[in-house]
T-cell receptor, first 115, second 112 residues
């Protein structure tokens, strides 16, 4: 498809397990963003990639959260030793270039539930 | 960090009426703003954007107004339709457009 694709769409894990969430951005898009969206809230910034370089990870809540984009296309958000407060929708967005007025194209997210 | 907030969590309008959704922001240095629409189970969808050197921008049935004096944004939807029912977010660009700050959203209900 032509849009941002995220998988899985739903993920249920037990507290303490590790999870990995995948994002396939639009082909050729340089910028990639991860956001966390709690129920009834707006998305909150987690981290930003320009190609394979992670330029901003100031929004990652703890060192249990790790993101990578090794080849500058697909990205993975990993959460280690999950906790109940990690339950949220994780959104990925991409944009064509860096900086400037670039609308972000969002995927439909991964809904993560920690039991 | 920046704070982007909305005045009303829920707005109900009659089909065919105009809708106005408001948003306040706190960073007077912000340069770029976006309105998104989010339907249930979907990611945010870009509606319209505006730079700080403008005070108004129009799209198809939508208009965004920016008042930098009071740090206020609004989204106007003309002739609101049932398909406009969704949650609307304003977002503010920060740090050289490397991150965006979202408000908590306004839910728009369109009554037939």
């Amino acid at each position: 498809g032509a849009g941002v694709s995220q998988s899985p769409r739903y993920k249920v894990a037990k507290r303490g397990q590790d999870v990995a969430l995948r994002c396939d951005p639009i082909s050729g898009h340089v910028s990639l963003f991860w956001y966390q969206q709690a129920l009834g809230q707006g998305p909150e910034f987690l981290t930003y990639f320009q190609n394979e370089a992670q330029l901003d990870k100031s929004g990652l809540p703890s060192d249990r959260f790790f993101a990578e984009r090794p080849e500058g296309s697909v990205s993975t958000l990993k959460i280690q030793r999950t906790q109940q407060e990690d339950s949220a929708v994780y959104l990925c967005a991409s944009s064509l270039t860096t900086g400037g007025e670039q609308p972000q194209h969002f995927g439909d997210g991964t809904r993560l539930s920690i039991l | 960090g920046e704070s982007v907030g909305l005045h009303l969590p829920t707005l109900s309008v009659q089909e065919g009426d105009n809708s106005i959704i408001n948003c306040a922001y706190s960073n007077s240095a912000s340069d770029y703003f976006i309105w998104y629409k989010q339907e249930s189970g979907k990611g945010p969808q870009f509606i319209i954007d505006i730079r700080s050197n403008m005070d108004k921008r129009q799209g198809q049935r939508v208009t965004v107004l920016l008042n930098k004096t009071v740090k206020h944004l609004s989204l106007q939807i003309a002739a609101t339709q049932p398909g406009d029912s969704a949650v609307y977010f304003c977002a503010e660009a920060g740090d050289n457009f490397n991150k965006f700050y979202f408000g908590s959203g306004t839910k728009l209900n369109v009554k037939p």
